[in-house]
């Protein structure tokens, strides 16, 4: 029987709690020597106690002749300091609990959000203690390639993990899992470069793909990207119809294990044109696009290896002199005609540009010229790379 558990007098609790609201929190903390709880605490009249302390301070009053309680003796959680007072018949909540985050919180860092919260401050993904709900982190400066976050169609969430094969049992990967097959809603928290870490929406998962990838060095693997839709509100009554029919669908084309040669090898552009053309036009006749993130993911790929990490503008003044993160070309995967005025998730109505290329044909005076030459070079650029495979 460790110490902590011969504590079980209500009373001794009662009279800690009193000094506490008499000393304020710093003052306790200071006369017991704790430093300020992180996940347990005790509720009572709105306010939050930190359970070490508490628990110190009542054993003091229950054995006064015994050897204090010392931080080092046992732990705050479940184990330790708020078993007990559960087991004495007292309100013990996370911070999370207490107040999950709202949106438009923002924290200075990862480290700073762990101090009010406590959990895991590194993972991408991950759930807060005491509160179910999934929460994934992106950061423009990270590790990753992310899409940039938009509150208006679906956008690519890259899984967890950065070494090694993917796994959907990995624990974050598992958590997302887990909010897409129950249809969660998830806290999507943004850091955009040199800024701090916001909630900035609500996201659902609406399915995942397979996709072929590269490790932290540069060499193929497999990688889960999960596709996440900004949704007005964590009930699901207040998501558009559009968003619910996509999850239906996506559920029926999800597969669980990575198939399909790309786990050993780099598919070639044949192949990958193969498979987009197998999944279907990617259209429906109803009014909402139907969204077929496998479909996407290999034309999207097929089209960086046909371009043979050069921009395929023939207008082009330069590529970056940089890599991006991944040791790769910087290059943009462009619609020639936009997905949304109807134009093909397919190789040949796609490009990969520059970042100036594609700022001079989507934001330039020349829109038409851009697009009827670049439509031209999709196909003959299609043309060779099938002729070389
Ligand atoms: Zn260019």
């Keep these: 029987m460790t110490r902590l558990s011969l504590l079980n007098d209500v009373r001794a609790v009662v009279g ?15 006369r017991y020597g704790f430093a300020p709880s992180r996940e347990y605490f005790l509720r009572v009249d709105g306010a939050l106690i930190d359970t070490k302390p508490l628990v110190a301070a009542a054993y003091r009053r229950q054995f006064p002749d015994h050897r204090d309680l010392l931080p080092a003796d046992f732990s705050g959680g479940v184990d330790g300091a708020a078993k007990v007072l559960r087991r004495l018949g007292f309100e013990v909540v996370t ?7 709202v ?24 759930t807060l203690p005491g509160d179910s709900t999934v929460n994934v982190f992106s950061d ?29 049992t990995q624990r974050g990967n598992a958590h997302l899992e887990r909010a897409r097959t129950a249809r969660e809603p998830v806290r999507f928290w943004y850091r955009p470069v040199g800024g701090t870490f916001s909630f900035l929406t609500w996201c659902v998962v609406l399915g995942r793909t397979w996709i072929d990838g590269r490790d932290a060095k540069g060499r193929p693997r497999v990688e ?14 207040q ?45 429906s006749g109803s009014r909402a696009p139907r969204v077929d993130y496998a479909r996407s993911a290999a034309a999207r790929r097929a089209v960086l290896i046909r371009s043979g990490g050069q921009c395929e503008s023939a207008r082009c003044t330069g590529m970056p ?24 998730d397919h190789p040949l109505n796609m490009v990969a540009l520059c970042p100036n290329c594609h700022a001079s044909k989507t934001r330039g005076a020349f829109a038409l010229r851009w697009r009827s030459e670049l439509a031209r070079v999709a196909a003959a650029a299609n043309a060779r790379a099938l002729d070389r495979t």
């Design 103 to 126: 949106l438009g919180d923002s924290y200075a860092s990862r480290t700073s959000l762990y101090e009010q919260y406590g959990g895991d401050k590194v993972a991408g993904i991950v």
């Design 224 to 237: 889960l990207e999960w596709m996440l839709e900004a949704v007005p509100g964590p009930a699901s009554e």
């Design 16 to 30: 800690a709690i009193e000094e506490f609201a008499e000393l304020g929190r710093e003052g306790f903390l200071q």
């Design 95 to 101: 911070r999370a609990q207490a107040r999950p985050p």
């Design 140 to 168: 423009a400066d990270g590790p990753y390639d992310d899409d940039p976050p938009t509150l208006v169609a679906p956008f690519g969430y890259r899984g967890e993990g950065l070494s090694g094969p993917q796994e959907l």
């Design 321 to 344: 002199g940089e890599p991006n993160r991944q040791g790769e070309p910087i290059l943009d995967v462009d619609h020639i005609r936009d997905l949304a005025r109807g134009g093909a």
């Design 239 to 283: 998501w558009p119809a559009a968003i619910v029919n996509v999850i239906d669908e996506a559920d029926a084309t999800t597969e669980n294990h990575p198939s399909g040669p790309e786990a050993a090898r780099e598919p070639t552009y044949a192949e990958l044109l193969a498979r987009v053309e197998a999944r279907g036009q990617g259209r």
